[in-house]
């Protein structure tokens, strides 16, 4: 004997969601607040006339101000423990740089005497010389050209001694090939 299921009624489908109006009206005042501030400090800086290179120097000191200052008082520091690591150097010792030591980094290399400058790179990548290919191809192809004949109407006005017919087989050309 078959046992029936008995199925209930389907599930009511969901009601669609209400627009929030309270969200609506808090990002129209976002909106407003924003355009309003921009509005202001777009009038505050065209209010400096003549002093406008100013007012771009200061947002500019404003903006990059800050990592400027970082930058100034690592290298006052004069260690180069963090600029190694960072090139991958892991060194994690202190590195300090003196006076005389950073001189000597930032002086001008001289050759020792008797070395040579060798200005080819042996790990350069090799270059197919494709030129010299299409010259070669070209040049092989005027040869067989001219073996064959196809340029002895143009050589006889020239001289018909240089023409393959007078050349291989020791006769004048008649006239342009067919």
């Known amino acids: 004997m078959e ?16 627009i929030d109006t309270g969200l609506i009206a808090a990002l129209g005042v976002g909106a407003a607040g ?3 501030m921009v509005g202001g400090m777009l009038t505050g ?9 100013l007012g771009v120097l200061a947002i500019i000191l ?23 690591d960072a090139n991958g150097w892991a060194l994690n010792a202190k590195a300090k740089i003196n006076v005389p030591f950073g001189a000597s980094l930032t002086q001008l290399a001289v050759l020792p005497t008797g070395a040579k400058r ?11 010389p494709w030129g010299f290919y299409c010259i070669l ?9 001219w073996a064959f004949g196809r340029f002895d109407w143009f050589l ?23």
């Open 45 to 53: 800086f065209l209010n400096l006339k003549g002093l406008m290179p």
């Open 118 to 128: 060798d200005l080819v790179d042996p790990f350069a990548e090799k270059k197919r």
């Open 3 to 18: 046992h029936a299921t008995v199925k209930g009624p389907a599930p009511a489908p969901e009601p669609p969601k209400k």
């Open 34 to 36: 924003l355009g309003g």
């Open 156 to 178: 006889s006005s020239l001289s018909p001694k240089i023409t393959s017919s007078w050349v291989i087989h020791d006769k004048l050309p008649s006239g342009p090939p067919q």
């Open 137 to 145: 191809l070209a040049i092989i192809l005027l040869v067989f050209g």
């Open 62 to 84: 404003i903006i990059s101000g800050p990592s400027m200052i970082m930058a100034w008082l690592k290298l006052r520091k004069r260690n180069l423990g963090p600029i190694l």
